[in-house]
């Protein structure tokens, strides 16, 4: 049995990968890192945009406290640049082995090609292999650039079929 360790107290920390700026970190973030997570959720292009102001600090700290849940952000000039949400299923196949889900890769235009994200996703791969995941599942738009970067991490799309179901919105 895994032990159930908190993101934040796990010791997942990556020192920069070689195509990194030197001094970024990455790290699980806080309800502090509010404000540079607005700054994130703006740069995705989603076509509602995310909570801010006292509701998103809200559900951004009910995020925080999802069993299994953790935002990890590359912290960079005093500021988080990059960021994903990581949550980490329960599972009864594959031995009762968890699985784990990544959304809302997020990186500041300004601090692309920097390496940042491959930062981001390094360590919620740690991350997720340290809590005995047996596979990582994340989707990205159809016509997103980034299907390339997360193929070049090793993320495979011909394996499975993602498909979506939403809810209509309310009028």
């Known amino acids: 049995m895994v032990a159930k360790i908190p993101f934040g107290r796990c010791g997942v920390r990556v020192t920069p990968l070689g195509d990194a700026p030197a001094g970024a970190i990455c790290r699980p973030l806080s309800l502090s890192d509010f ?3 607005c700054a994130l959720y703006a ?3 989603v076509r509602i945009p995310a909570l801010t102001g006292d509701a998103g600090a809200a559900r951004f700290q009910d995020i925080l ?15 988080i640049v990059s960021m ?3 949550h980490v299923l329960p599972n009864l196949t594959y031995a009762g082995r968890s699985y784990a889900l990544v959304e809302n890769v997020a990186t500041l235009s300004d601090y692309r090609r ?10 919620l791969e740690q991350a997720a292999w ?8 994340l ?23 993602g498909l ?5 919105l309310p009028n």
């Open 164 to 168: 979506v179901l939403r809810r209509a």
């Open 130 to 137: 340290s809590r005995d995941c047996y596979k990582i599942m």
């Open 65 to 79: 406290d999802h069993p299994g849940t953790a935002v990890f952000g590359a912290e960079l000039d005093g500021r």
């Open 84 to 86: 994903a949400t990581l």
């Open 43 to 45: 740069e995705l292009s």
């Open 139 to 161: 989707l990205t738009g159809r016509h997103n650039v980034a299907k390339g970067f997360y193929e070049r991490l090793g993320y495979r799309s011909d394996e499975k079929h």
């Open 35 to 37: 404000a540079d997570l």
């Open 114 to 123: 920097q390496g940042l994200a491959r930062l981001v996703m390094t360590t």
